[in-house]
């Protein structure tokens, strides 16, 4: 009767085990996501953990300067290897940002910042170390945050009340695999972006703007495959940012070099579709492509 009773158990177990299901969508560390404010409008990370498991990371970018990886560690004022830094999330209210860290920054309960005539400082039993207008924030021995310092009390001030992205953000979110390595979700909220274009360029800030929730994301593991799509207000501003993408596309291939056919090719990876409100960019760029790639992204390798 007892045999009988723990396999009745285990089929229990199992079969609820096979019930649950992992929401899709690239994964944000519990340790980040809990920072996040509820007035997020731009979400951007990078699964650097995972990016170093990837072929094109070990045979292209191991030994090439990389950035994203690379610009961290200098901002926070730390010499970290790269196999330390597990993931990069950006935060952005679209006035403020903030970059959080993820990894193993020291072997002691707090890592020793060293930032040209930085200040330490405290705020509600957090470390900051910098000035007024920008720091350093000491979330843990393992979490680090850099940006404006107003921005970064902002964080704190919600640390404990996050439930992780806004709702408009995750829906976004459960669209990507989550075999992501770089992602980016954008809810809406920027009426004017940043930069004056002349001519008849002028009309890309009024375009883009017209975007009225966005994503991207790239999938490393077989050559670069990703989406991008832009959610307009209408049919009308989607047709408008398809003709303006299409007009782009075909500018860059007239600028393509007679010497260099693989960068035509690259763009033949690239494809532009309109779906009512909807324009995409469909990202496909096979293994053998990788290279050219990354020199036109981060300069030819030494």
């Known amino acids: 009767m007892a045999k009988m009773k723990t396999t009745c158990l285990l089929i229990v177990v199992l079969t609820l085990t096979g019930c649950v299901r992992t929401l899709p969508g690239p994964k944000i560390d519990p340790a980040l996501a809990s920072l996040i404010p509820p007035d997020t409008i731009l979400l951007a990370g990078a699964r650097l953990d995972k990016l170093e498991e990837t072929p094109i990371y070990k045979r ?34 679209g006035k403020q940002s903030v970059v959080l860290g993820r990894g193993k920054f020291s072997d002691e309960a707090e890592p020793r910042i060293e930032r040209p005539g930085a200040q330490r400082f405290g705020y509600k039993g957090f470390n900051l170390v910098g000035d007024e207008r920008e720091a350093v924030l000491l979330v843990s021995p393992s979490v680090i945050g850099v940006g404006p310092t107003p921005a970064l009390r902002s964080l704190i001030d919600n640390k404990g009340k996050s439930n992780g992205p806004p709702s408009n953000l995750t829906a976004q979110l459960k669209d990507m695999p989550a075999e992501a390595i770089f992602w980016a979700v954008y809810g809406g909220g920027v009426t004017k972006l940043p930069f004056n274009a002349p001519g008849d360029m002028a009309n890309v800030n009024k375009i883009i703007a017209s975007i009225q929730s966005g994503s991207i994301y790239l999938d490393l593991r077989a050559g670069v495959n990703g989406l991008a799509t832009g959610n307009c207000g209408s049919d009308q501003d989607a047709k408008s940012l398809y003709d ?59």
């Open 60 to 93: 292209s970018l191991a030994n090439r300067p990389v950035p994203v990886i690379d610009d961290f560690p200098k901002q926070i004022g730390l010499n970290v290897r790269r196999q330390d830094l597990w993931e990069l999330l950006l935060i952005s209210d």
């Open 244 to 302: 303006a993408l299409r007009g782009l596309t075909g500018l860059a291939r007239l600028a393509v070099p007679k010497d260099k056919p693989e960068e035509g090719r690259l763009l033949d990876g690239l494809r532009v579709t309109q779906d009512s409100h909807k324009v995409n960019i469909h990202i496909e760029e096979p293994e053998e492509l990788v290279d050219p790639l990354l020199n036109l992204w981060l300069g030819r390798a030494n």
